[in-house]
């Protein structure tokens, strides 16, 4: 219903904690929302469910977006070498192009980095990532967006032309010089169809077994062994023992933990607090054996990248079973569940269930997962809350859960976690041995 203002005005003196103000992308009304935060739980009585982020707290992907958004703006200005521009600023960017909506991402670069742009590679280079995007793109969503832009651009013979197979090259010869005076607006939209085309070149050479040609590509390095997409430390054991598949073999598999927790808090663990921690950590497994742990993954990501993403990272995962000393029978039944991720999460969202618009900081994603996973409200106090970034925290928060933990990594150790209930700079690790997982 309509209401008046004094009557909004009761309702939020009504609430007596904290408010979050959410800038919402340039091209939606109204330009700032307010939501009210979950009390801050320190600890939860009893866990039935655990939501986390994707990129940055379960996985290492970030790093590749990050690539990707800096790409978009070489391409837009031609500037492709450090001594022309010397790229984002990790200390100042990143806070900014993490843990957000690609819009926002985009918008910041090209409001920050606008003067470097320039008006004929902008159009080049939008019309070879639709040429890419309608000829090999493999995310529908992403290929609409595209010929929308297009027909916005009044260029329909664009994607008639793909269709018939002319080549990028020939492409900006006949349309390049058609694309001119773009408002900001208009900028951004093209910004992101040339993000998304990068970003889903990697995908697909990732998706072919081509991660030398990446590593090359996005490092510089083909030599190093190290997985592109691999999960954060923890997070390996966690899901498990979450599930309830670990058992009373839980305390087995924690040499692993124990290293990854050293490295990152910098303590060093003795002997007897080894043995301790085992012991607390079988016992877990076993009460979580008898009532496992639903688990939601969020983020803004689209469908198309995190289907791909969490099935590399389900690959990675399976190796560490496997040269674990795991029963066999144990091993079976988790090596069975990892071919199918539906196996592992209760409920699985991303940026395609919010048509990319009501993205992190907003509570949409968060709220979409509670729902998927069979939560009411009245149990958000039974649940806790994974995010490395500012928006992640926020949502967690905005969508009614308050038991909130912030894991950042180093491109997001200098976002705002005041929304957290926790900060950990040692992630997982230091959730499970430090905190026995905030019960």
Known sequence: MIVQKETVIKTIQSHQGEFAEVKNPSYVYPPVEYYPLARPLKKVSELKAALMDMDGTTTTTEVLCIYSLEMMVRRMSGLFNTEQWQGVNHRKDLPYIIGNSTTKHVEYLLHKYGRLLNQNHIAQEFLLAAHWTLAHGMDEQRKAEVIHNLRKLNLNGVIGEIHKGITGEELIERYGSKITELSFAMQVNLGIDIYYETYHRILAKLKQGKSREV???????????????????????????????????????????????????????????????AQKITEMGIAFEKQPVKLGLVTS??????????????????????????????????????????????????????????????????????????????????????EDSQSGTVAIRAAGIGCCIAVPFAETQSHDLSAATHILPGGVPEAVIDYNLFL
Request: without cysteine; hydrophobic residues 40%; proline residues 5%.
């Open 215 to 277: 590593r090359l590509q996005v490092f510089g390095d083909a030599e190093s062994d190290e997985n592109l997409i691999s999960p954060m430390p923890g997070i390996p054991f966690l899901i498990p023992l979450f599930k309830g598949w670990l058992g009373e073999e839980a305390g087995g598999m924690v040499n692993e933990l124990f290293f990854e927790y050293e490295a990152a808090t910098g303590k060093n663990l003795t002997i007897p607090q080894k043995q301790e921690l």
């Open 301 to 386: 990501s689209i469908f198309y990248e995190a289907d791909i993403v969490i099935r590399e990272v389900l690959g990675v995962m399976k190796t560490v079973i496997q040269r674990s000393s795991l029963s066999s029978a144990r091993k079976e039944k988790i090596l069975k569940a990892y071919e199918d991720y539906h196996n592992v999460y209760d409920a699985f969202v991303t940026a395609t269930d919010s048509s990319e618009i009501r993205l992190k900081p907003h509570r949409d994603l968060y709220s979409i997962a509670l729902h998927r996973a069979g939560l009411m409200p009245e149990d958000f106090d039974k649940v806790i809350g994974f």
